[in-house]
């Protein structure tokens, strides 16, 4: 299994960006997949995640509002939708696969990708 992130860049507060997470070699439409970041000094953080069924969707309350998960089975990708971004955003964003999925916390999961640079400043 190998995640690939990506979509990631500069971008000023208040914008928005797009991250995909793809795989090679297995098709993820019935696995729950969970977007993470992690920031310099700090753990890694559970952001948002997906249930394999698509029934339960759960946000960090510090993004509930401003960022949106979604599925595209035809793809084979996850995507995080960030907008509205502020300079705490600023981390490197991860996927991972086979987590627990509540609608206020992703935990459980791994199989991370290489992770994709989100830079928010002026």
């Known amino acids: 299994l190998q995640l690939v992130e990506s979509g990631g860049g500069l971008v000023q507060p208040g914008g928005s960006l797009r991250l995909s997470c793809t795989a090679s070699?297995?098709?993820?439409?019935?696995?729950?997949i969970g977007w993470f970041r992690q920031a310099p000094g700090k753990e890694r953080e559970g952001v948002s995640c997906?249930?394999?069924?698509?029934?339960?969707?759960g946000y960090v309350d510090s993004v509930k509002g401003r960022f949106t998960i979604s599925r595209d089975n035809a793809k084979n990708t996850v995507y995080l939708q960030m907008n509205s971004l502020k300079p705490e955003d600023t981390a490197v964003y991860y996927c991972?696969?086979?987590?627990?999925?509540?609608?206020?916390?992703?935990?459980?999961?791994?199989?991370w990708g290489q992770g994709t640079r989100v830079t928010v400043s002026s």
């Open positions: 997906i249930s394999g069924n698509d029934e339960i969707i």
């Open positions: 070699r297995i098709t993820l439409d019935h696995y729950a």
């Open positions: 991972g696969v086979h987590g627990v999925v509540t609608t206020n916390r992703c935990h459980g999961f791994g199989s």
